[in-house]
């Protein structure tokens, strides 16, 4: 870690120097806390937003249902030139669902900036844990379900009580890049269960870390041009009581976009001590948009194909689960989208070489307000 530390602040002074290069500065992560409708529409110095997500669900072999999923207030204050403050709460299945219902705290930072290229933040984070844990908002997305590998071994909504660094710099007149690296609490025993290595179950909390080991999770993402986008990112630290097991996940991620089509994926592999069998999972999905403007001034279909697959125990046959998932949504402003998806998903128990597959269908309603 003190290696890592040392490399961070040696190429802090490259990093402020690249920033010069960009004379209109390109967005570094689209989509992120700070690129809001609410926020850059609105221009004022305090702003309420947020999204809303409802889904129809009809699965094989249950009952059809509508699940309120998600309302989440997004809240910002520009307190003065270089303080911002910005939190999102999240209200998910209505909230008050015995068992089921959930409201918490997502994020809540508090950013200092020094200049764009450095900038301190403290609070609770949203991990740079991959591309999706950033951009995880619902209207963002095109599909109704989250990619297994980023529910599973990078696993999304990850956030997490911590401080450090984050900026956005320019390597030339056509590229950006963009990092974040923070010391955060991290994972806890319960990274461990039954079935082995299940990283979701071990979210760490926010309140109180169970050893005296700082995890350190960052990400790095360089654009070289407009339409590509690529990421590394890491998380590493001591996840036992007695802070003497590690659990490290690395993630890769990529995004190409091409006029009317998207690709777009993750890679995630992910070691701990204490528990036999690394794990690993990724996705691909391609995204072609039509009849653009054709229905409402501004508004497009989209085309949707997703293939999932995560390994659970890569010395162990089985323990696997893949996923298929095709869709059409329609939005009929860049803010809010129709979805229409049909998910099939294999899994596959452990010691054994077959999967059952599931079929799910989805119509959901999102958008951003």
Partial sequence: MNRLRSLFFTCLGFIFASSL???????????????????????????????????????????????????????YSQVSDRVRVSAEIEFEHGGDVPGNGEVKLEYAVMDFKFSEAFNFRGGVILSPLGRFNLLHDSPLNDLTERPIVNTQIMP?????????FFGTFYPSEQAVGTYELYLVNG????????????????RGSKKQDNNNDKALVGRLGISPRLGLDLGASLHTGKYDATGSNRLSILGLDAKLNRSIVELQGEYAFATANGVSGDQQGAYAQANIHFAQDHFLPGSVFTGVARWDWVDFDNNQTGDSEYGLTTGLNFRPVEDAVFKLDYNWTWKTPLNSTKGDAAGRFFFTISSYF
Avoid: C
């Fill in 21 to 75: 290069h960009a004379e209109e500065p390109r967005t570094g992560l689209p989509g992120g806390i700070y690129d809001k409708p609410f926020i850059k529409e609105m221009g004022k110095k305090i702003a309420v937003g947020g999204y809303i997500d409802m889904e129809f669900e009809w699965a094989e072999g249950k009952n059809s249902t509508f699940d309120q999923h998600r309302f989440i207030p997004f809240i």
């Fill in 156 to 164: 999304s909504t990850l956030s997490e009580s911590g401080m450090g």
């Fill in 187 to 202: 994972f806890d025993e319960g990274v461990i269960t039954g079935s082995g290595l299940r990283i979701r179950s071990g």
